[in-house]
């Protein structure tokens, strides 16, 4: 169940280049136009995605910061790490 969402502003997007495979360029930088206010993922992507992030944090037995990226529909974590900001 979403409770509530706060869909922002984004200006660009960061993309992996297949245009030149000998290039060091593997990633390249795409300024967003029509699309830039645009909900990124769908309800059923976000509530997916929220259930593999509770499993991360039930793991660990602390919240944690979750870097992740997506690909054709995959989602991929990059990073986990606790949250050291969060008073009380």
Request: glycine share 2%.
């Amino acid at each position: 169940l979403i409770i509530s969402k706060n869909i922002s502003t984004q200006k660009r997007k960061l993309i992996k280049s297949n245009q030149n495979k000998n290039s060091d360029i593997a990633n390249i930088w795409i300024n967003l136009k029509d699309e830039s206010q645009l909900q990124k993922l769908n309800d059923k992507q976000i509530i997916l995605f929220a259930k593999e992030f509770i499993k991360i944090e039930n793991h660990f037995k602390f919240p944690c910061d979750i870097e992740w990226a997506m690909e054709n529909e995959k989602l991929y974590i990059t990073q986990s790490r606790p949250i050291t900001t969060l008073s009380g």
